[in-house]
């Protein structure tokens, strides 16, 4: 039995390895969310790893409001950082695995090829830095890591574009939807699915391929074409009576939504290295967003 101890229990990406988690018989999950285990207190986490003496320690954990971070430098980094160089501490210090995941923001956007493992950094915001710093101290803390940067995660928990894009379609004749942003819709479902794959392989002390792994869908499109992925997946899943089949929706320049922080234009990142190191990757948009609707009632 693998004993993995994850935090952000409560999140989509925790949520969706508890949904994943039973069929890996061979893993036992030890899931802390806030209640158990507050990032805000250091000594809890180390604590917690140290007291539950797991294989792998999992973080699914991270403060993601992109724009509220902006004025709150403070909690980004407390979560997106200081916390995770504790957990890559005490992992390190029991000599066993973390896996930490990261984003598409440590980026800025400015690429016209797919974003490699080892291409330049350059966060335009709090938020991307804050996630960037916590890499960092992951590489430093913990010789035996995983870093997955991911991106456009959605599933059926929590708040994400899916059930936002279903919500409106559902109250609305007509959405616009931005049109000049490019990345890979991701489900947290297919990453919980490649992350519990893996643990048998990284446990093993013979393993030598850690560091830092791109990981998302392979399907590229704009937040416009998503939405209409979105539409089209919902007709097919609900049928005639769903309220938002006939929802209209139209492209529009991403300055007609301004926000406080950038966001990078170009999010596609390659994971070749991924598949290359671990034989799979993870599955077409056409196999998940209908998995992810068929589990919204599980999700809430």
């Known amino acids: 039995m693998i004993n993995a101890l994850v935090f952000g229990a409560n999140g989509q990406l925790g ?3 508890a949904l994943c988690g039973a069929t890996f018989p061979q893993v036992r999950l030890i899931l802390m969310d806030r209640s ?10 180390a604590s917690a790893i140290r007291d539950n003496q797991p294989h792998v320690v999992i973080n699914a954990a991270a403060y993601t409001a992109v724009d509220l971070a ?15 160089d504790m957990m890559a501490r005490a992992a390190d210090d029991l000599h066993i695995p973390l896996i930490h995941f990261s984003t598409d923001y440590v980026f800025d956007g400015g690429a016209n090829h797919p974003y490699r493992e080892d291409d330049p950094v350059a966060p335009l915001g709090v938020y991307g830095a804050s996630k960037l710093a916590g890499e960092n101290a992951v590489r430093v803390a913990a010789k035996r890591h995983l870093i997955f940067r991911t991106a456009w995660v959605y599933s059926p928990f929590g708040k994400n574009f899916v059930k936002t894009m ?5 109250q609305r004749d007509a959405l ?4 000049d942003q490019r990345g890979c819709p991701t489900s947290a479902i297919d990453l919980a699915n490649a992350t519990l794959r893996l643990l048998p392989l990284i446990i093993d002390p013979a393993f030598s391929g850690f560091g830092t792994y ?3 869908a392979g399907n590229q499109m704009t937040w416009f074409d ?6 089209d997946a919902a007709v097919e899943q609900f049928g005639a009576n769903w309220t938002g089949r ?17 966001r990078p234009a170009y999010s596609i990142m390659s994971t070749q290295k991924f598949t290359d190191t671990f034989g799979y990757g993870l599955p077409d948009i056409s196999e998940s967003l209908p998995a992810c609707l068929n589990n919204l009632e599980a999700g809430g």
């Open 70 to 84: 902006e004025n709150d430098r403070e909690n980004a980094y407390q979560v997106n950082c200081d916390a995770v």
């Open 226 to 231: 998503f939405a209409k992925r979105i539409h």
């Open 166 to 170: 279903l919500g409106l379609m559902a």
């Open 214 to 216: 791109h990981l998302v």
């Open 176 to 179: 616009t939807v931005v049109n």
């Open 36 to 45: 158990k285990c507050d990032l805000s207190d250091l000594s809890i986490i």
């Open 246 to 262: 006939n929802c209209r929706i139209d492209p529009v320049s991403s300055d007609a939504f301004p926000t406080i922080a950038r």
């Open 15 to 17: 949520r969706s390895l």
